[in-house]
């Protein structure tokens, strides 16, 4: 399991002013960070994967689609600009060292018709992907298709129309991508339909019903994690979340109000929650206590005395190790 944030809680574009944002991750203990990509120059994604290296960051990238690369446009000539505009996101995303890519690729954000998707648009948005799917697979990079609310998007807006999306376009390097803010508003029973997406699932964001700190609001986090458990995910927990000191995100995100009292801090929580509640398998229950123990020993439990929480993690990691260990160990001699 890998924890890492979207960097749409600072910008929507990399530049210089993000590295002490960078560091600041690193040390709370993100194993990486989610990169926006808008800017097309493989050389200055180059660079940046060369500084996240530096920094012990992996990552992972984001993008999502404009009106005028939609691969649902009836005109030819749309459809291979859509195609050519995601070769060139896909070789950025190669670039910088991702291995996926995740967002809504198979529409054009925020575009709508009046009704839903015709059997031509879905069509075309199975044969669009299928194509960039192997353009990825020869770069080395995943697509996570993301399912999104209908407020922002009319074709996939369920998990169990993706299961029939990336069925249809049957390639291994096209998956789904879970965003348990949307799944909040699109599905009855989310947990439900995890499981009957199974391995089909490539990236998981961690976002919570209003898009603020992960864990205060209303997703059902428990069932939530318990089907991500159940279907053996042990990829990228991302938290995405929104803010609204960012015009340009503000006004695509609709948040007005302030969800938080700043960056670091919803960072910082949104890490220390779900170092609570991640697994790697058999033996979790000794990771649980070993993610505690960092937790404390990283401060983020102002509250204690340093003392307090110097002999806590000092009990705390090498109790989560050893359980770790031997439950796993355990686990594994146990009969079929």
């Known amino acids: ?86 070769q060139a996101v896909i070789d950025c995303c190669a670039a910088v060292g991702s291995t996926l890519l995740c967002g809504p690729h198979q529409v054009a954000l925020g575009v709508f018709t009046g009704a839903g998707p015709t059997e031509e648009e879905w069509a075309r948005s199975v044969g669009h992907l299928r194509r960039v799917a192997e353009y990825a697979a020869a770069a080395g990079v995943t697509l996570a298709e993301e399912v999104v609310n209908r407020f922002e998007l009319y074709h996939l807006n369920t998990l169990d ?8 376009v049957d390639h291994p390097n096209c998956r789904i ?8 508003i699109e ?23 209003d898009r603020g700190v992960p864990g205060t609001g209303s997703v059902a986090w ?8 159940d279907i053996g995910y042990d990829g990228w927990l991302t938290v995405e979340a929104f803010g609204n000191s ?11 109000r302030k969800l938080f009292d700043n960056e670091e801090q919803l960072a910082s929580d949104a890490y220390a929650f ?31 005395p340093r003392w307090v929480r110097a002999v806590a993690s000092l009990i705390f990691i090498p109790l989560g190790g050893i359980l770790y260990l031997a439950v796993g160990r355990v686990w594994t001699r146990l009969p079929a």
Do not use: C
Request: charged share 20%; net charge negative.
């Open 274 to 304: 779900l170092s609570s509640r991640s697994w790697t398998g058999p033996g979790h229950e000794g990771e649980l206590f070993f993610n505690l123990g960092q937790v404390i020993q990283a401060e983020r439990v102002r509250f204690l």
């Open 161 to 168: 129309q993706a299961i029939r999306f990336v069925d249809e």
């Open 246 to 256: 960012l015009p340009n995100l503000a006004a695509a995100t609709k948040i007005w």
């Open 187 to 209: 599905e009855k029973d989310p947990a439900a339909a995890i499981r009957r997406v199974g391995s089909r699932i490539a990236h998981v964001h961690i976002s919570e019903n």
């Open 1 to 86: 399991m890998k924890l890492g944030i979207n960097l749409y809680l600072w910008a929507d574009h990399m530049h210089d002013g993000l590295m002490p944002v960078l560091e600041s991750l690193k040390q709370i203990g993100y194993d990486g960070v989610e990169v926006p990509i808008f800017d097309l120059d493989e050389a200055t994604w180059a660079q940046w994967g060369q500084r996240l290296d530096d920094l012990g960051l992996q990552r992972t990238a984001n993008t999502v689609i404009a009106p005028e690369w939609n691969p649902l446009s009836p005109d030819p000539a749309v459809q291979e600009a859509a195609y050519q505009h995601m």
């Open 222 to 229: 428990d069932s939530t994690f318990d089907a991500l458990q």
């Open 177 to 184: 991508h879970l965003d348990t803010f949307h799944a909040h």
